[in-house]
């Protein structure tokens, strides 16, 4: 399987710049004093506060409960006192968030218990555990782990994927996991097979991280459901979509899911939290998160725990250089830009990239030369000009007719183009005004 590379039509080779951290051992952080926790951290409802100011909570012990199917639990990520519940501005905005004192015991709660034997789990077991600890997408699109587990049943599952693309430039946080983990990045594969009733598992490893894909290996040689397909270095080769067709050859039609065409997709760092929350019954209170970027001192992999503030964060890794000036949760293409370093590392900061005053020179946009370079670059088969031009228009029946809503927000398009036009801004803008008219 290794001889040929598995791919995709169309996307980028951009400056991946994950040398900064691609050989850097995972460090655990230094844990806070205080910790800000947002009940928001998911697709989906918020969860609801089921602790008071002045409380005494546990590390681990649940403070949010998941409000509906489509939510998570949220659970305390340092023992000590709840000193606030109150609306602060976070990385997707102003929510819900609960603040807590940490009395540095690390004290853990007394529910958390193990199950070694995964023999003895059911899938309805399996769903439960998932939904208990709290587990949601690790790769930044924070879907909820138990609702991939309980596909609808006419949905029929045949083949669950490990996404070890990590195809976004600077971040190393899945990279480092599959080199230092392994065993428990695995092991959470064959909980995700138990659990759906799935017999074929494959992890899709891009072929820029050999020491990744052997470690791997090493760990599976014996598997014989287990399949290691290494896929072409090519953004955005970790996009769901993209993913399926480069490993089973299947499309998902338009606006269909994955599960409808029997592919269920969990991120490699979702896997591992799997495999704690089974064996060790450790919900999601910590992750790896990359810090990167020449706007940071000492570019790090660290292991954080949620809720500590990126400034924190960013001491930890030597502070900002001078010409730091923008602060970014994620990756370059599909990152968040944060206005505040208060914002909390989440469930999904699968990264913290600062760039530099020269890295982000504004960028003067100037009229399309019809070259038609971002209409080879999508990934999705789409027009981005056109799209695009339908939103600045305001013509948005026009737009859905050219498919925007299949629109991943992957930035082929814009980072392609040599007039620097704002595809993506336009397409976004598109987005969000059909989804609230149709509210
Ligand atoms: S239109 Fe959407 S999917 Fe296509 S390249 Fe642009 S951002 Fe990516
Ligand atoms: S890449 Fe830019 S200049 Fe070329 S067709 Fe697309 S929008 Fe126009």
Known sequence: METKLFSFKGGIHPNYQKQLTQDKTIERGLVPDVVRIPLVQHIGAP????????DHVKMGQQIGKANGFISANVHASVSGKVIAIENRAQIGGVVPTIIIENDGSDELDDSIKGYWHLEDLSSQDIMNIVHEAGIVGMGGATFPSHVKLSPPKEHKIDTVILNGAECEPYLTSDHRTMVEHPEEVVWGLKVILKGLGVEKGYIGIENNKPDAIQAIKNVCNKEQ??????????????????????????????????????????NVGTSRAIARAIKLGIPLIERVVTVTGKGVKVPQNLLVRIGTSFEEVIKQCGGLVDSAAKVISGGPMMGIAQGSLEVSVTKGTSGILVLTKDEVAEMKPYPCIKCARCVDACPMGLLPLKVANTVQAGELDMAMEYNILDCIECGCCSYICPAKRPLLQYIRLGKAKIRSQKR
């Open 225 to 266: 459901n287990i399949e290691i397909v290494v896929l072409e270095t090519k953004y955005p080769q970790g996009g769901e979509k993209q993913l399926i067709k480069a490993i089973t050859g299947r499309e998902v039609p338009s606006k269909r899911l994955p599960s409808e065409i029997g592919c269920v997709i969990f």
């Open 47 to 54: 969860a609801t506060p089921i602790v008071k100011v002045g």
